[in-house]
């Protein structure tokens, strides 16, 4: 079967999770001893992955243990001590042929509890609707349950034997920049040894049974955009204060960030073409035990915010628009970006 075949079999196949997740209350009535897709998949999710201390060693041992019923080789490595990253194989009659990897992360953002209508690691099926709630289910431990369910089909319906191996990673650390995860990975000798033609990572998940694929993926900056100025008592009036040039800054950035907005609203471009730009935080004052100093306008002030933006937009010129008009030294103000740069794209060169 060409690569090509291959790949539209598993994304066949990659919809039974989702096909059968609609309402059968009768599903969610099985014993221990029968599991189901949907029912491995909420095993999955009840391991808590998510930062800042994702169980990893939970999530590798149900991965190993499900690896183990397909007869897929493992191996565990480790670029930094207590991040491990799970490598699994399904050799292909022909390791002449470049092969192929699958991707998935292990870890997922943090849950705010109180703000969920269910518990956010206890995977509830809602048996009216069936969807499962569950942190980490669309971003992206669905993905890297769908590779293994594929393979199962694959195997027991199909008896299907790969021409290509078969490679499945399971990353740490993607959400906190993938440094000591794929980044590691795809510059270590282990990864070069792979010999790799094609790599199949998370995209977004779909409520339907359709499957689209990208080719490309915005890049995120973590911008934090500093002012400083002069102090002042509380009841003064004058220019050039930290907070009132970070609020100057804000605004201009919220004008842009509502213009790139509007763009996708009209239709004339997608989310993934614009550039995004949302606030995550915003830091000043003098702290006192109960509260803030109220009378007093502080030297300093900062906001962070998350960018991101599309393959075909120039990162120098980005940069200068955030030195010339968000952060302009004129005005006391300073910025700092950090890079989380796509270790795949970065690092990985097709040779199919
Ligand atoms: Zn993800």
Redesign the pocket.
């Known amino acids: 079967m060409s690569t090509h075949r291959l790949l539209q079999a598993l994304f066949l196949l990659f919809s039974l999770p989702l096909l059968s997740a609609t309402p059968h209350h009768q599903q969610d009535q099985e014993t221990t001893t029968t599991t189901t897709p949907i029912t491995r998949f909420q095993q999955y999710l009840r391991i808590n992955t998510a930062h800042p201390n994702p169980d990893y060693s939970s999530a590798i041992s149900f991965l190993q243990s499900q690896s183990q019923l397909l007869n897929l080789t493992a191996h565990l490595l480790h670029f930094s001590p207590s991040k491990p990253l799970l490598l699994l194989t399904w050799p292909g009659s022909n390791p002449s042929l470049p092969s192929i990897l699958l991707n998935s992360?292990l870890d997922s953002v943090p849950a705010e509890p109180s703000k969920w209508l269910h518990p956010p690691f206890s995977a509830l099926r809602d048996p009216s609707s069936g969807h499962i709630y569950a942190r980490g289910a669309q971003?992206?431990k669905c993905i890297g349950l769908q590779y293994l369910e594929a393979i199962r089909v694959l195997q027991s319906q199909f008896n299907y034997k790969p021409t290509r191996t078969i490679h499945i990673s399971y990353v740490p650390d993607?959400?906190v920049g993938g440094f000591d995860g794929m980044m590691a990975f795809v510059r270590s000798k282990e990864f070069e040894g792979l010999h790799l033609g094609f790599v199949l990572d998370?995209g977004q998940a779909s409520v339907g049974d359709e499957y689209r694929v990208f080719y490309a993926d915005r890049s995120p900056w973590h911008v934090v955009v500093r002012a400083t100025g002069t102090p002042g008592h509380g009841s003064s009036l004058f220019d050039g204060g930290a907070v009132e040039n970070l609020m100057r800054s804000v605004e201009v950035m919220s004008r842009f960030r509502e213009n790139q907005l509007d763009l996708v609203k009209a239709g004339l471009a997608g989310y993934s073409d614009v550039v995004s730009v949302n606030p995550v935080y915003l830091k000043a004052g003098i702290p006192t035990p109960d509260g803030f100093v109220m009378n007093m306008q502080p030297s300093e002030a900062e906001a962070g915010f998350d960018i991101r933006f599309s393959p075909t937009t120039d990162p120098d010129l980005l940069k200068k628009k955030i030195a010339d008009e968000w952060a302009p030294a004129s005005r006391n103000m300073s910025f700092e970006v950090s890079n989380c740069p796509s270790a795949l794209s970065l690092a990985f060169t097709a040779n199919i």
């Open positions: 992360h971003d992206d993607e959400e998370e």
